[in-house]
């Protein structure tokens, strides 16, 4: 009784820091974004989005060894077999150093014909040029911390990973607008950042110190035997962080590349909105994969922890999306504070009803990840993110900023497709047809909001108070009405 006590108290623990987290950052960049927009122009802050997307895109070189370190060290540290756990995060902290390196001298040779190819202005690009190596260094340090990061949560410690990146954001944001006020350019800002990341990438180090009680690992050594076990798994990890950048960062890229920074810049801020939502979910819920790597494939409560996130996903996942569904030219035009273009307030529209779809395979993911699926992982999310580019690069030439928004639902079949599949092996469902129920509460939701708003307005960007809130109102209802029928009894029918 004592220990499901100190269990539940430390879930809650973990999914309370990672939903403060997920909520706090983007809150940050909420209240940012208008100010550096204005300040910087759509063009600087499109420029500025491509630098940040490079960030995530330099995630790649770890090969899959982050997620990697979460799950062995999770599983040594439950099995209390400190030495191998010793070795493991000693192992993973010298492959990094190796990947820096490689890393950094790409990104230095590479990175300003890559900006210039995606359509970056010569003149800014000239301007930039000698802040490059600088940017580079930023890029290490954040590429060094996602390995502590991976530490950090294989303890179990999501408090911890989630305040230090609370820390890093909220550095990173206060440095942004603070250089851009004084009348900064975008190089004060690599400047910046570059300073911020590094200061968090010491706090990290003491950190995972702290938490082993030693600082031996710090002497990078590559264990032959834990060498191995990365292997086995890291390149369905990097395929899965491949399909993952191909997912959120392709369209990014290729709005930039058709349309410009510019346009990029506004395709930009409506993905924010749109990703807020999924974010805080997908963080808040981040402690289930432990949870799931912990749990026997008999035990009773890997199913009720899975529908009770299910429904906890559903439900609030697509409420947040109505609303900026129904809200999205108001929404977008007072955040902002300028006249928005019709065709971004369709595409925030599009995007919103895109991320309530999504949020229903938050769980089914981490409960892959949780189970050791991750080649299964590896390549639905594969297969998901080619659909998704190829989508964008078939639809933005075609429709614009507006193909990009629908081109995000081009992954939407493999997902189904995988859930089912990993629903066989964990639970033992047989029924083929979940995958497309699942989606169901949110399509529906949609589709009568969308209904109500049709009659009213015709979609137009006038809308009645009451209209709106009614439309909300439906939808929401439906979706935990058909929610709350779905999870608990369909899983455990054969």
């Known amino acids: 009784m004592a220990l499901r006590l100190i269990s539940s108290s430390r879930s809650l623990r973990n999914a309370s820091s990672s939903g403060f987290a997920a909520l706090a950052i983007p809150a940050l960049y909420f209240f940012a974004t208008p100010f550096l927009l204005s300040r910087l122009g759509a063009e ?3 420029v500025w989005t491509l630098l940040s997307n490079l960030f995530t895109i330099a995630g790649l070189a770890d090969f899959g060894i982050g997620p990697a370190t979460t799950l062995y060290v999770a599983r040594y540290r439950g099995t209390q077999e400190s030495e191998t756990l010793l070795r493991v995060i000693q192992t993973a902290w010298g492959l990094y150093l190796v990947l820096v390196i490689l890393l950094a001298v790409a990104l230095f040779f590479l990175g300003e014909p890559f900006l210039g190819w995606l359509g970056v202005p010569p003149r800014m690009l000239s301007a930039l040029a000698p802040f490059l190596p600088i940017f580079v260094l930023g890029v290490a340090m954040q ?8 530490v950090v949560r294989g303890f179990e410690r999501y408090d911890l990973s989630s305040f230090l990146r609370v820390i890093s954001g909220s550095a990173n944001v206060i440095t942004y607008c603070s250089i851009v006020a004084f009348g900064g350019s975008l190089g004060g800002m690599i400047i910046g950042q570059t300073m911020v990341l590094t200061a968090i990438l010491l706090i990290g180090i003491w950190t995972v110190c702290r938490l082993l009680q030693r600082s031996v690992w710090l002497v990078p050594w590559i264990h032959a035997h834990s060498l191995r076990e990365f292997l086995n798994l890291s390149l369905y990890g990097w395929l899965q962080g491949l399909a993952g950048t191909l997912s959120t960062q392709a369209d990014r890229l290729l709005v930039s590349l058709f349309l410009g920074p510019a346009v990029l810049a506004y395709y930009a801020a409506c993905l924010q909105l749109a990703q807020l939502a999924h974010s805080i979910l997908a ?3 981040a402690f289930t994969f432990p949870k799931f790597a912990s749990l026997s494939a008999n035990d009773p409560a890997r199913l009720a922890l899975f529908n009770r996130g299910m429904f906890i996903a559903t439900m609030l996942g697509t409420t947040a ?7 999205a030219p108001f929404i977008l035009e007072m955040w902002l504070r300028q006249d928005v273009p019709a ?11 895109s991320n309530a779809l999504t949020s229903t395979s938050i769980l089914p993911s981490y409960l892959m990840f949780g189970m050791g699926h991750f080649r299964l992982a590896a390549f639905a999310a594969l297969a998901s993110g080619l659909s998704i580019a190829l989508g964008g690069y078939l639809l933005i030439g075609w429709v614009g900023v507006i193909g990009a928004a629908v081109s995000r639902l081009a992954g939407l079949p493999i997902a189904i497709v995988s859930r089912v599949l990993v629903y066989q092996r964990a639970f033992g469902s047989r029924r083929w047809l979940l995958g497309i129920k699942q989606l169901l509460p949110a399509l529906l939701g949609f589709l009568l909001a969308w209904l109500l708003l049709g009659s009213q307005t015709g979609m137009g960007n006038t809308l009645s108070f009451s209209s709106s809130l009614l439309a909300l109102a439906v939808g929401a209802i439906t979706v935990f009405f058909l929610s709350r029928q779905l999870y608990g009894p369909l899983l455990t029918r054969s």
């Open 44 to 46: 600087g802050f499109g």
């Open 283 to 285: 963080q808040t819920l």
């Open 343 to 353: 065709e971004i307030a369709t595409a925030l529209r599009i995007l919103a009803l």
């Open 143 to 150: 590429f060094l911390f996602s390995a502590l990061d991976g």
């Open 321 to 327: 999306s109505l609303i900026l569904f129904i809200w």
